[in-house]
């Protein structure tokens, strides 16, 4: 399987998510776009909670020095994002790409982050809860519908809400692959937790 990780805005728990499914499935994992905290970037974050020895961590195709927008980014390092130079690595195992911030995050003055789906990936949306989140959900996968994306399920990341997740469950028909708690912190032995908990759902996808 290849798994896109996107979210329905920045900081909501798409690189725990990921690290959880790549611990779940023993799978690769891949950025193609990070910007900013190129010293403790989303793949060393990864790569760090991870406990199996099968997973292999692939390159950023874009390694950007400013946290910003991608577009933004790229441009204060005197470059131009180009969709063709971001080449899928090559792997027999399962494969998580974690995407950067939402899916109209834009990558260039007319490329976004949903324009690196490709048709055969499977995309999980990570999900927190704050005022506005359903609206930014259902957009998010609305969007990924309107593109014929394949969407795989929900993550839900922080505190439970059974109104808005069942307001959102019930709109969308999306499954909900599971949520993530709020922890007072995240190491190798509380992602294989998750792990274990999400692995059954993962492989059903």
């Known amino acids: 399987m290849k798994l896109f990780i996107t979210g329905i805005s920045t900081d909501v728990g798409k690189t725990i998510a990921s690290a959880i499914i790549v611990e779940a499935l023993e799978a690769d994992y891949w950025k193609p776009i990070q910007a900013g905290d190129?010293?403790?970037?989303?793949?060393g974050k990864v790569q760090s909670k991870i406990s199996n020895k099968k997973s292999q961590f692939h390159k950023n195709s874009y390694a950007l020095n400013t946290p910003a927008s991608p577009h933004l980014a790229a441009e204060i390092d005197g470059i131009t994002i180009d969709l063709n130079e971001i080449t899928e690595p090559?792997?027999?195992?399962h494969l998580v790409i974690e995407g950067a911030g939402g899916v109209f995050v834009?990558?260039?003055?007319?490329?976004?982050?949903?324009?690196?789906?490709?048709?055969?990936?499977k995309v999980i949306v990570v999900s927190r809860h704050y005022l506005g989140s359903?609206?930014?959900?259902?957009?998010?996968?609305?969007?990924?519908?309107?593109?014929?994306?394949?969407?795989?399920?929900?993550?839900?990341?922080?505190?439970?809400?059974?109104?808005?997740?069942t307001i959102i469950l019930n709109t969308t028909g999306v499954k909900c692959i599971g949520r993530i708690d709020e922890e007072p912190y995240f190491d190798q032995n509380v992602i294989c937790e998750y792990?274990?908990?999400?692995?059954?759902?993962?492989?059903?996808?």
């Open 106 to 121: 834009p990558l260039n003055n007319k490329e976004f982050v949903i324009d690196l789906i490709q048709p055969n990936y």
């Open 38 to 43: 190129l010293d403790n970037s989303d793949t």
């Open 195 to 205: 792990a274990d908990l999400f692995r059954e759902n993962l492989l059903e996808l």
């Open 90 to 93: 090559q792997t027999d195992n």
């Open 134 to 165: 359903i609206n930014h959900t259902v957009l998010t996968i609305e969007a990924l519908k309107s593109r014929k994306l394949n969407i795989a399920g929900i993550i839900f990341s922080g505190s439970e809400n059974k109104s808005s997740e």
